[in-house]
């Protein structure tokens, strides 16, 4: 008896490690559809511009249609081109900065015309023989002409891919976009890369809100609030500027700003660290410059006649750079408080014009309508509920800008 109790342990025991055997084995096959590094093509930049239709039927071929039968659809055409890594020629550490000979390129720049984005890529493919492959894409450089017709399709094509990473950045370029995606800067040997660690260290310096495409598609998601991207050019031996922030009103650019603005629209969200100068008078006629380095701001939000009625208070620590003149005794208490005064008074009227041009054109960049809808939900869902009512409402609402200035530092020479 105590041998059969015995083999029929043993048997339940095997029965066992037999199931759990066959419940691992899906799992040993992970790489079933792997592919090689060698076989893709890494997508690392994207430039996307508006092109005449008559241009693009010269340059298009029949890939996804036959205007003999199967025509393409009647819209404006647009022209994408990709940078696409050479194998074996990104550099893995210190060396050779960035140059135009043969021996220096490590990128491979191709364009290509379609009616959307998806049929640019299906063109472009047929010219490239591994497969495109956008999960290191870093960069999407979009014209300001196109821009203004609209990122519906942009955003969709790539919102949907899933090889695309939320951290990479969409920026909108003064005029072309082509042209920076085929800059050669001096100081990277992956033009790329470059663009992307000016952007980068602008939000370290405090010139930037950190304003990936994952956080733009999150903001153009919402009822309340507006998206913004970086506005950039080209400068002289082909580099990048950063001219300020292109703001939206769904899905199309409606403005831009100048490059001071930015630290405006930092200093309503209150966003950190700081890291503009500007100029700041004193007695009459001479000047100094101030250099902020810490923001804070409180955005009470109130229905005044039946209008939203915002509250906000703006803290801003300076340190004085420079004086432009001798006569400036800084080390003053008076002269001091003059300066936190001016700047104050400056300051005030300056936030108040950046909200005013964004109420102008109905963007709500800041986020206002997203406050009024979380604190005030039944004035919300009663006179507002469509994202296209709080366009129209925010040209309407009114301000009350206050703004606290303190110089904490004026250098180890006051005279």
């Not at 949907?160 to 050669?184: D, Q, S």
């Amino acid at each position: 008896m105590q041998i059969q109790k015995h083999r029929t342990r043993v048997r339940f025991k095997l029965l066992n490690r037999i199931v759990a055997a066959l419940l691992l084995l899906p799992l040993l096959s992970g790489c079933w559809d792997r592919i090689e590094i060698e076989e893709r093509a890494v997508v690392l930049g994207v430039s996307i511009d508006t092109v005449s239709k008559e241009e693009g039927e010269k340059e298009e071929d029949e890939v996804s249609h036959i205007n003999s039968s199967l025509k393409a659809p009647k819209k404006e055409m647009i022209r994408l081109a990709v940078q696409i890594a050479l194998p074996g020629r990104i550099p893995l550490g210190p060396g050779m900065s960035g140059g135009k000979g043969s021996e220096s390129q490590t990128v491979w720049v191709i364009d290509v015309v379609g009616h959307s984005v998806d049929d640019a890529i299906s063109n472009l493919q047929q010219q490239v023989s591994n497969k495109l492959f956008f999960g290191h894409l870093r960069i999407i450089i979009v014209s300001e002409a196109m821009a203004k017709r609209g990122l519906e399709d942009v955003n969709d094509f790539f919102r949907r891919n899933p090889e695309v990473r939320r951290m990479a950045w969409m920026v909108i370029a003064k005029g072309e976009a082509l042209p920076l995606m085929k800059a050669v800067p001096k100081l990277e040997r992956v033009p790329t890369l470059y663009m992307i660690s000016t952007l980068d260290e602008g939000i370290k310096l405090g010139k930037f809100p950190k304003d990936y495409i994952g956080v733009f598609w999150s903001n153009v998601s919402k009822l309340g609030r507006e998206g913004v991207l970086p506005y950039v050019d080209m400068k002289k031996e082909q580099n990048i500027g950063l001219k300020g922030l292109a703001y939206f009103v769904g899905d199309k650019l409606v403005g831009v700003s100048n490059p001071l603005e930015i630290a405006g629209y930092l200093g309503i969200l209150g966003e950190n660290p700081a890291g503009y100068s500007t100029y700041v008078q004193v007695q009459g006629s001479d000047a100094v410059m101030v250099k902020a380095t810490q923001r804070s701001s409180k955005i009470k939000a109130s229905i005044k006649n039946g209008v939203p009625h915002f509250k906000v208070d703006i803290s801003i620590d300076l340190n004085l750079e420079s004086k432009l003149t001798h006569d400036i005794e800084i080390n003053n208490v008076d002269i001091l408080r003059e300066i936190e005064v001016n700047e104050e008074k400056k300051a005030k009227i300056f936030y108040e014009k950046l909200i005013m041009k964004t109420q102008n054109k109905g963007s709500d960049i800041f986020g206002f309508g997203e406050i009024i809808r979380g604190k005030k939900a039944g004035y919300w869902n009663a006179n507002i509920k469509t994202g296209e009512n709080w366009q129209k409402i925010y040209k309407e609402c009114t301000f009350d800008i206050g703004v606290t200035i303190k110089l904490r530092r004026i250098g180890m020479k006051a005279r």
